[in-house]
């Protein structure tokens, strides 16, 4: 527990774990958002169309490279989308070509994600030589069956999915991607050194009432979608709980804001541009700066099995207001709390 307010913290230089960095005029808008924060982001593959194979993976990573600032040592760590259908000889090509890891989209449970798996059963070929290569599986740990109420997805999930996909596979490190329910961090607490979590800055600071707060507000709206407020305190207290297994993955997902505001409302909170900020703002509001390191820059490559990074940033307590936009192309693009303020500055 921290005691007196420190005016100011110095971390080691953190990653993210799960970030949508999208293509062409949308990734030369919000690379360098990521990048000014972050030595290295886990690369989610739900392009249109997806990237399914090691040779798309390495043009993506290039062009992330070329949308770099000057002089930015980012680095993008690449992963594959799994499909039904990926090859099991293009796990060693994904591994030749750096790629650390594949994306299970249960089929049309979020953004782009209708190439997704019908049945895990028809990946576990895919998945045995991920688990021989080392690669890691990224899980979104939602059912997609209409009849679950969209707010008991994740939980059913760990019920129907994760506890026979652990014991089928039990050397496979999976990460349980941007959980949000308490029955996922009691799951991935209890679980062995092979399973992991990533946690988004929203659903750590927010419950479900953000989404209808005086209205209908499409910047809240993400997938897994905010829950209750029991759920919030106890992903909270996961990621404040000195646990290695849970992790910094702040889910950043652009989408122009027309495209948000809209009769249909894309899901995913973009959170890039002040993504350390609202991470420390939560765990300051549970006493607990001083787990923000090693849930940021630690606990991470640990699990990936990379090294930590080398250098150091800083965060300064000083009060701050969002833009209400940033460019995102020809579009614009709305922060999550945009024109509002946030009381921590990131200094690279
Ligand atoms: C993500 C996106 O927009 O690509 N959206 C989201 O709400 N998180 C997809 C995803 O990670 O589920
Ligand atoms: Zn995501």
Redesign the pocket.
């Known amino acids: 527990m921290s005691t007196a307010a420190p005016q100011e913290l110095v971390l080691t230089r953190p990653d993210d774990w799960h970030v949508?960095l999208r293509d062409e005029a949308a990734l030369q808008s919000v690379v360098a958002h990521t990048a000014h924060q972050f030595a290295r982001a886990i690369v989610?593959p739900?392009l249109r169309p997806p990237i399914t194979t090691a040779a798309q993976a390495a043009a993506y990573r290039a062009r992330i490279l070329a949308a770099l600032p000057e002089g930015s040592d980012f680095q993008p760590l690449m992963t594959l989308y799994l499909t039904d259908n990926t090859p099991v000889d293009e796990i060693k090509r994904a591994k030749d070509a750096g790629v650390v890891a594949l994306k299970l989209y249960p089929a049309g449970?979020?953004?782009?994600s209708d190439a997704g798996v019908t049945d895990i059963k028809k990946t576990y070929r895919t998945l045995e030589a991920m688990q021989r290569e080392g690669l890691l599986l990224l899980v979104?740990g939602e059912v997609t069956d209409p009849a679950i109420d969209v707010f008991d997805r994740e939980a059913v999930f760990v019920d129907q999915v994760m506890t026979p996909l652990r014991a089928d596979m039990p050397e496979l490190k999976v990460v349980f991607e941007?959980i949000t329910t308490k029955e996922a961090a009691q799951y991935v607490a209890g679980a062995d050194a092979y399973t992991a979590a990533t946690l988004t800055p929203q659903h750590l600071l927010y419950n479900r009432n953000a989404i209808f707060t005086g209205g209908l507000r499409p910047h809240y709206y993400?997938?897994p979608v905010l829950k209750r407020e029991e759920h919030r305190l106890a992903l909270l207290q996961a990621a404040t709980s000195g646990s290695n297994k849970f992790f910094l993955g702040t889910?950043s997902?652009p989408?122009a804001s027309v495209m948000k505001e809209n009769s249909v409302c894309?899901?995913?909170?973009f959170t890039a541009l002040s993504a350390l900020e609202l991470y420390a703002e939560a765990f300051e509001l549970a006493g607990a700066l001083d787990k923000l390191e090693a849930f940021a820059a630690f606990n991470g490559p640990d699990f990936y099995g990379l090294p930590r990074n080398q250098g150091r940033v800083t965060l300064r307590r000083e009060s701050w207001t969002l833009p209400d936009s940033v460019p995102f192309g020809e579009a614009r693009l709305k922060p999550l709390r945009g024109g509002e303020s946030i009381g921590w500055k990131f200094i690279p």
Do not use: I, K, R, V
């Open positions: 949508h989610m739900n449970a979020t953004t782009n979104h941007h993400c997938l889910d997902a989408h894309g899901a995913g909170c």
